[in-house]
């Protein structure tokens, strides 16, 4: 195996093994999910008009699937930060290990979380009465479509979680960057329900895109051209966060 | 420096000219030392000399502004991989994974040197037991206390069996029995044949470990060669005459003063000189005293300390608290 496979590998394996025992983390990557999905089709499901859509269900967990899957990668910002605090980097750095090893194995243990996320979810859907109205490899597509969003927004949590000064900062940090994004979408409501403003950037906005793909690819929503938007909008964001994050960790770790 | 050291090997650290600024600071101003190998180094300093930035751009933490770096015999920027390989860091802060228990530390490290995981786990139970770690090693190390973690810090900096090894500041906030024990393992390492940097500020630490000691003040080493040989440079051993009360010290100053090259000082009833040796020091000025009369309470013969040389030297205490490095 290349070094720079194994270094990723072993330094995914040390952010992943943290996580059973870390209640509060493990926490918030299934319970909380789940209690979301739980508040927004109980609390407002009654409320949101979802036509085209045989319920708020189907409507709903598609989106926030996608709302978790890109916040995933808080675990990235809040190790990141913690590494940088505690010299840990330090340390990396003095190994001879591929430099470009840490920040891959840490968004890489965000794969596996995500995935781990995504089961809790559609397992509490299909509980609830959500069901997929498509074929098997679609709802296969979706959840590569997913991980690889989820992936993408791990780098934009990495520049997040270097550019800040402690693993609470990262948190909040995160939270206010990337939780409007996601509410100014197709995920929750219907776009045509929002002010003319608001539509405007919800059009647009990469999280109307990949949820759209989410519908279309999981319960048979209009299509357009959201799947390849979806792919295109993971990369583009990738393209920009990652060299970012890895210019950023340079400068910072070199300090 | 230090050629009366040298061995047939060729130097494990050599620096020549090393420079570092950060915007107008220039944090490390043109340094050159050598460490032959299996030798202590100590470098001595008060915070924001330079030591830890001189310690990053040994271990390729940071680019030399210039200068060259040779660390076993490899350039720390053109070769940085392979010099990784050979060296062993343990820094000011316990840089432990508190996540993992204090086996899996040693383990990830040890397979980030390229180790198997079998010989990584392996190598890690050795350490965890000369380290004093078995009981907890299968503990997360957010459960260990201050000292454990940095035996942890240290094990790790062990793992691949460094030939060079840099402790920057490792006693800082240690507990004195932590203390003691760091520096038995510096001895037992050294015993075996590793070379190792150390920074400080203690003066008693670089005292009691380094072959060879370095002072470094804002940026440049103002003073090389062994602890004697410091000491020598501020003069010679110190004779302090505590006389009885009531006694004439005038009259003192007069009975010491063939023992010196300078005239004796005396303040409180306390007459000071500097002897030009050592042998029979005592035993003369007691006789002195005695003749001329005068009733002596307490005498005190001591070698200057580095304290003192670091006063000569720098015009300041060497402990002195002041701002924290720019690049700690």
Known sequence: MPRILSDMLIIAERNLVRLPRSPDLLLAVTVQPVMFVLLFVYVFGGAIQTPGFDNYKDFLLPGIIVQNIAFGGFLTALGLAEDMNKGLVDRFRSLPMARSAVLAGRTSADIVTNLLSIAVLVVTGLIIGFSFDAPLQNIIAGVGILLLFGYAFSWVFALIGLLVSSPEAANSVGFIAVFPLTFISSAFVPVESMPSVLQTVADVNPFTITVDAMRHLWVGGPAGNAVWGAVVWSFVIFAIAAPLAVSRYRKAASK | ?328
Do not use: C
């Open chain 2, 1 to 328: 420096m230090m050629s009366d050291m040298t061995t047939d090997k060729p130097p494990a650290i050599r620096v020549q000219g090393l420079m570092k600024s950060f915007g107008d600071l220039r944090a490390v101003d043109g340094v050159d030392f050598e460490v032959p190998a299996g030798t202590v180094l100590g470098l001595l300093g008060p915070n924001g000399a330079g030591k830890t930035t001189v310690v990053r751009m040994l271990t390729t933490l940071m680019t030399p502004d210039a200068g060259r770096v040779e660390v076993a015999g490899l350039d720390a920027v053109e070769q940085a991989t392979e010099l990784r390989s050979r060296i062993g860091l343990a820094g000011q802060y316990a840089a432990v994974d508190e996540n993992l228990t204090g086996a899996e530390n040693l383990t990830m490290v040890g397979r980030l040197y390229g180790m198997t995981r079998g010989a990584a786990k392996a190598r890690g139970q050795e350490l965890l037991e000369e380290f004093d770690l078995v009981e907890a090693a299968g503990r997360p190390a957010s459960t260990y206390s201050g000292g454990m973690r940095r035996r942890l810090d240290l094990a790790a900096a062990l793992v691949a069996k460094p030939e060079v090894l840099f402790l920057d500041e490792p006693t800082t906030g240690l507990d004195p029995r932590s203390r003691l024990d760091l520096w038995a393992t510096v001895e037992t390492l050294k015993a075996a044949g590793t070379t190792v940097l150390l920074t400080t500020q203690y003066l008693d630490e670089a005292d009691r470990l380094a072959d060879s000691i370095a002072v470094i003040d804002h940026g440049r080493l103002i003073a090389e060669g062994t602890s004697d040989e410091l000491k020598d440079r501020v003069g010679g051993e110190r004779l302090e005459v505590t006389l009885a009360e009531g006694a004439d010290s005038d009259a003192a100053i007069e009975a010491l003063l063939p023992m010196s090259d300078e005239r004796p000082v005396s303040e409180d009833g306390v007459v000071r000189l500097q002897v030009r040796q050592r042998g029979g020091t005592l035993v003369e000025a007691v006789k002195r005293l005695g003749e001329a009369g005068l009733d002596v309470e307490d005498l005190e013969l001591r070698r200057p300390t580095l304290d003192d040389v670091f006063l000569t030297l720098t015009g300041h205490a060497a402990e002195a608290t002041e701002p924290e490095e720019a690049t700690a």
